[in-house]
């Protein structure tokens, strides 16, 4: 214990944690108007997210599209739909951003959890968060797929069955020039990796 936090477990002191009502009455009321870059809910915890860098931009663009196409191109998945930036809720007290979003169409405001099919994080500066986090809280979440799109290494994480725990029972590393992937809930499209990065 360092002096500057001595006394704080005798005190009882405990942080306050946001739900999901709050954070939106918080947000409709401009309290994060004036912040740089986005703010997420993870975990009942509001977090600063930095803004986005024009690699990380572009990257969300190539996802989105490449995603968009694999969608188009099978009319089974006429149901999914493709979102950037948008507010997946996870359960009362988490709701990140996830930088591209593939899910049933939502019927409310927001997509829920049980709606995702496939979540993409692109990671320049939120690398370590990514992996851990926001990694464990979709795993929770039960979101069957979530890939982690690396810009300067060129490389894409992906993570599936999705555990209680919050680990997955499988993780693939894809890089390299001839490298592909193929979404879970399109098996037979092959997105290559230089579409993307």
């Known amino acids: 214990m360092t002096a500057s936090n001595a006394g704080f477990e005798e005190r009882g002191d405990t942080e306050f944690l946001f739900d999901f009502d709050q954070y939106e009455r918080m947000d409709q009321a401009g309290v994060f108007d004036d912040v740089s870059g986005h703010v997420e809910l993870i975990e009942g915890k509001i977090i600063h997210m930095p803004p986005a860098s024009l690699d990380h931009g572009e990257v969300t663009i190539n996802v989105g599209a490449a995603l968009k196409s694999a969608i188009r191109g099978l009319s089974s998945l006429s149901a999914l739909k493709v979102f950037a930036g948008s507010t997946l809720k996870l359960g009362r007290y988490s709701a ?69 725990d919050g680990s997955w029972g499988g993780t693939a590393v894809h890089e390299g020039e001839a490298a592909a992937v193929s979404p879970l809930f399109a098996p037979e499209v092959r997105i290559p990796l230089s579409e993307l990065f």
Do not use: C, H, M
């Open 96 to 164: 990140p951003d996830p930088d591209v979003l593939v899910a049933r169409a939502p019927t409310g405001k927001y997509a829920e959890a049980g709606a995702a099919v496939l979540v993409v994080e692109i990671s320049i500066s939120s690398l370590g968060n990514d992996l851990t986090v926001k990694s464990r809280l979709y795993a929770k979440s039960g979101v069957p797929e979530y890939w982690v799109a690396e810009p300067e290494a060129r490389r894409l994480t992906v993570f599936s069955q999705p555990r209680p």
